[in-house]
């Protein structure tokens, strides 16, 4: 098992970060939220929900960070299939306002646009835009917001739907903003994970009831 990062000082030595694995890649709301609640961290961004869990219930990570429910759209039905099975220990809670955005290369030519690729929460959460928007687009669940922002870096005739985060770490074009059909009373909960036996740090809170705005980052 991973040593816990709350664990006592050893010789005067302060303990190390936390090593935290999250819904990955950089720039997802996930990782926003693990930034949130655990301040400076080892980060472990993990391809799919399902590698979260692995990696904690392995003890290649202390604590782990997945979505699991938003106010518009219901469960996240990965994370609650592997909460049914799971060993681990939920830890704490965290609520995001989530802001999406709509996204391009800054390469693509806007009226050549063919497809938009996101999550398929965030693709539930953006439905009507997209249908009154861009009724004929083909849309294309990825694992993740942030992976569809990779995916747009590349295909100049996509549109990715995530972050505004995700305009600064992979240099995309915002082509739109706060497209979600729920306006501002958007927001998802996001769940801490850990086993048992580790301790959460003591300057963790077990939840944090104030929701953080993602709607605004940069």
Do not use: W
């Amino acid at each position: 098992m991973a040593t816990s990062a709350a664990s006592t000082a050893v010789n005067g030595m302060h303990p190390a970060p936390p090593r935290v694995a999250f819904l990955g890649p950089i720039g997802t709301y996930t990782h926003q939220a693990t930034s949130e609640f655990f301040g400076a961290c080892e980060l472990a961004p993990q391809a799919r929900i399902a590698d979260v869990f692995t990696a904690v219930s392995s003890g290649s990570a202390s604590y782990g960070v997945v979505p699991i429910e938003n106010s518009s759209f219901g469960p996240v039905a990965e994370s609650t299939e592997q909460l049914r099975t799971t060993e681990l220990s939920v830890r704490g809670m965290l609520a995001l306002r989530i802001g999406h955005a709509l996204m391009a290369s800054r390469k693509a030519e806007k009226g050549k646009l063919k497809r938009v690729f996101s999550h398929e929460q965030a693709i539930g959460q953006c439905r009507r835009y997209l249908d009154e928007r861009y009724p004929d687009i083909e849309i294309i669940p990825v694992n993740s917001t942030a992976q569809a922002a990779e995916r747009a870096v590349d295909d100049l005739e996509a549109l990715a739907i995530c972050s505004l985060k995700c305009a600064e770490v992979y240099d995309l074009d915002v082509v739109d903003t706060d497209i979600q059909d729920a306006g501002e009373a958007n927001t998802t909960r996001f769940i801490v994970l850990s086993h048992s036996s580790v301790p959460l740090p003591s300057r963790y809170p077990i939840s944090r009831p104030a929701t953080v705005d993602t709607a605004s980052e940069q």
